[in-house]
């Protein structure tokens, strides 16, 4: 059946919008890849999200938008990297993330280390090591590495002594000489430094007492960075495993260990905050 010649226009006319709205959308979708041109990180506020904001001119540089988002606690940045919601974090150290992938079963690891935060014991109701009372209050993060990482500093201070090889697994079981019979309060590591009032002393990880306004130069005592801690204790990028590799991970790490990173923590964080690249 022969068709009208006014109709075989109409449906050529028709086809060819057709075809234009198909390349419209081709186009679309196409530009929907701006998309993987956008690195989401969790970060904790206070260091890691103020750096990751001093690098973002660097990853415009390189054709990347920085999202950051906060996070103030250890748990919900690994989970929200295992599911896929981030690209990657930067709020802990190498050791306590093995530890959470070894009790969570996640699936993440180490792109690059970045920087270490001495960790501190500062003052509460007591303000010097020598004058701890017998019997004082010694607050502490309550999960198992950063707990060990606080004992291992009461220890360097001679305040108590662990058992040989307790090391980076260290618990208060662990303790066998406390000679001024330490009361060991293990608590959540963001609440140490609302808890300073109430104990005579707190080990501090780096990033919480910078938030709460405590200066390292006003810590008791500080690990060293130039001992064992500075290396199990590194702060890193985390990304999920497999994506070690991809062009993201290495533009964010370009970024942050570039100098305009190490100038900006050398000059924010008067040693609170050391790089290690």
Do not use: W
């Not at 609302?194 to 690990?223: C, F």
């Not at 790490?253 to 690249?277: M, N, P, R």
């Amino acid at each position: 059946m022969k068709k009208h010649p006014i109709a075989a226009r109409l449906c050529a006319v028709a086809l060819a919008v057709v075809c234009v709205a198909g390349l419209a959308a081709c186009g679309q979708s196409g530009s929907s890849s701006d998309g993987d041109k956008t690195i989401k990180v969790g970060a904790s506020p206070t260091p890691h999200a103020q750096i990751l904001d001093a690098v973002k001119d660097e990853l415009a540089k390189d054709g990347y938008t920085l999202e950051v988002v906060e996070y103030n606690d250890y748990i919900q940045p690994n989970t929200a990297l295992e599911d896929g919601q981030l690209d990657a974090n930067y709020f802990q150290h190498v050791t306590y993330l093995n530890d959470f992938n070894e009790e969570n079963g996640t699936h993440l690891v180490d792109a690059a280390d970045i920087h270490f935060e001495p960790f501190g014991l500062y003052a509460g109701k007591t303000s010097s090591l020598d004058a701890l009372p017998d019997g004082a209050t010694v607050a502490v993060p309550n999960d198992t590495t950063n707990e060990a990482r606080a004992l291992l500093l009461l220890q360097q201070e001679g305040l108590i002594k662990l058992k040989d090889g307790a090391g980076l697994n260290a618990t208060v079981v662990d303790i066998v000489e406390n000679p001024k019979n330490l009361k060991i309060e293990e608590l959540e590591a963001a609440q140490l430094p609302r808890s300073l009032q109430d104990v005579d002393i707190a080990a501090i990880n780096g990033n919480y007492a910078l938030g709460a306004g405590l200066n390292v130069s006003d810590a008791l005592a500080t690990e060293s960075d130039q001992g064992e801690a500075a290396k199990a204790y590194a702060n890193i990028v985390a990304v999920k495993d497999g994506n070690q590799d991809s062009e993201k991970t290495k533009a964010l790490v370009k970024a942050l260990t570039s100098e305009t990173a190490k100038k900006y923590i050398d000059d924010t964080y008067d040693g609170a905050v050391v790089t290690v690249f």
